[in-house]
Every structure is written in structure tokens, then in C-alpha cells.
């Protein structure tokens, strides 16, 4: 397993302004995914964030809006662009390593609110 | 496409009887199957997963879950709830050209009542 952080827990933000969320792990990783959960909802994966390239992102989820960075294999960051009340959610990264029968553990999330 | 169906919203169960929350799944080729739980303000915690071999696995927390390939299923379980099992259930799937993304369904709430 792994201790994964992210920076901020929680956060609320005024319509039109960025937030960038931090996560961190205390080992290298493989693989570090990005998910979104809506209020009452599931976890949607937003993408994947590879090490020294651009992201991978699901349908739906574009660049501009989510731009992902991922420096190294212990770090990376998901930035939440001209943000609306609709962006309000819980964003929680992921992190795994060679196969998808390897489990995927998650950050405690960032609570972000809109107004 | 890979997907996870929950049937149930809720879940209740008195503490000390027998907790079931339902998972079915829908992959091409064999699934890797994962039980995730979620307490209030919490990021998600691994309970346990089934790969290959024997359809009984075991997890934390005293949980355990089923696979079932004929009726494409894995119902988590434990023999005697707690109250402080109550929490968000999440079952997740990955079929072999997942490319490793998890499918989630969409969670139940489960409320153990003292």
C-alpha cells in the first residue's frame, strides 16, 4: 500500500477562479489517477496523469477545464479551471502500480464548493 | 465497456444479523473486482478484492465476498454488522482492457441500527 496526501482538504471558491489540488505519495507509483464524486453520486475518473507526459482523459473531461501535471512518480496535480457551482464535488487521486489487478488506494479527497 | 450495478440505495440491518450489499457486473473477459468503503468526510478505503482462484475471498474488517461468474456477481458480506460499519459501499470493476481505469457503481449507504 501507500500514505497518499492531498493538499487542500477542503476548499471554497469563487465562480470563475482556478484551484489547483495537490497529491502526494510517500512511495513511487506506477500509475496516479484523477476521479471526481458529486454530491450523493459515484466516483467518475476524470484521467489518467502520466509521468512526463500529458494526461489521459475520459470522455468528457477535456484538458483546458482539468489540466493534470505529473512531475515525478510520487507527485502530481489536478487544476480546476474557471470553476462553476457545478465543479463542486469531492476530487480524490489514486495511485497504483503495474497491472489492473493491483489494488488502487485513494487520497482522503479534496471537498471543493463553488459559489 | 466495463460497468457495476448496485441495485439498492440503502441498506439497513440491525447490528449483530447478517450484512449483504449486492454488486453485479458486466465485463468482457475475466473481471478483477474490488470492494471499497467510504466513511463520512473520507477518502475511500480498500476492503478486499478477487482476482483469480478461490470465489470466497476475505478482506478487512471482518468483510468478505462472493464471486459468482454464472450470475455475473460479487455480493459483499459479513456475518455480523456492526454499528460502526456504517459507511458507503462502493464495488468496482477492471476487465483485462480496462487499461487499469475502475468502474465504480454508484455506492450503497449502509445504516446498522444499535
Known amino acids: 500500500s501507500a500514505v497518499i496526501s492531498q493538499k487542500p482538504s477542503r476548499d471554497i471558491c469563487q465562480r470563475g477562479t482556478s484551484l489547483t489540488i495537490q497529491c502526494q505519495v510517500d512511495s513511487q507509483v506506477t500509475m496516479m489517477f484523477w476521479y471526481r464524486q458529486q454530491p450523493g453520486q459515484s466516483l467518475t475518473l476524470i484521467a489518467t496523469?502520466?509521468?512526463?507526459?500529458?494526461?489521459?482523459?475520459e470522455s468528457g473531461f477535456v484538458i483546458d477545464k482539468f489540466p493534470i501535471s505529473r512531475p515525478n512518480l510520487t507527485f502530481s496535480t489536478l487544476t480546476v479551471s474557471n470553476m462553476s457551482p457545478e465543479d463542486s464535488s469531492i476530487y480524490l487521486c489514486s495511485v497504483g502500480w503495474t497491472g489492473p489487478q493491483d489494488t488502487q488506494y485513494f487520497g482522503p479527497g479534496t471537498r471543493l464548493t463553488v459559489l | 465497456a466495463q460497468s457495476v450495478a448496485q441495485p439498492e440505495d440503502q441498506v439497513n440491518v440491525a447490528e449483530g444479523n447478517p450484512l449483504t450489499v449486492k454488486c453485479t457486473y458486466s465485463v468482457s473477459g475475466n473481471p478483477y473486482l474490488f470492494w471499497y468503503v467510504q466513511y463520512p468526510n473520507r477518502g475511500l478505503q480498500f476492503l478486499l478484492k478477487?482476482?483469480?482462484?478461490?470465489?470466497l475471498v476475505k478482506g478487512s474488517y471482518g468483510f468478505e465476498a462472493e464471486f459468482n461468474k454464472s450470475q455475473t456477481s460479487f455480493h459483499l458480506k459479513k456475518p455480523s454488522a456492526l454499528v460502526s460499519d456504517s459507511a458507503l459501499y462502493f464495488c468496482?470493476?477492471?476487465?483485462?482492457?480496462?487499461?487499469?481505469?475502475?468502474?465504480f457503481g454508484k455506492g450503497n449507504q449502509v445504516v446498522v441500527i444499535p
Open positions: 496523469a502520466n509521468q512526463g507526459s500529458e494526461a489521459t482523459y
Open positions: 478477487y482476482i483469480t482462484g478461490d470465489n
Open positions: 468496482a470493476v477492471i476487465g483485462p482492457r480496462g487499461n487499469n481505469r475502475l468502474a
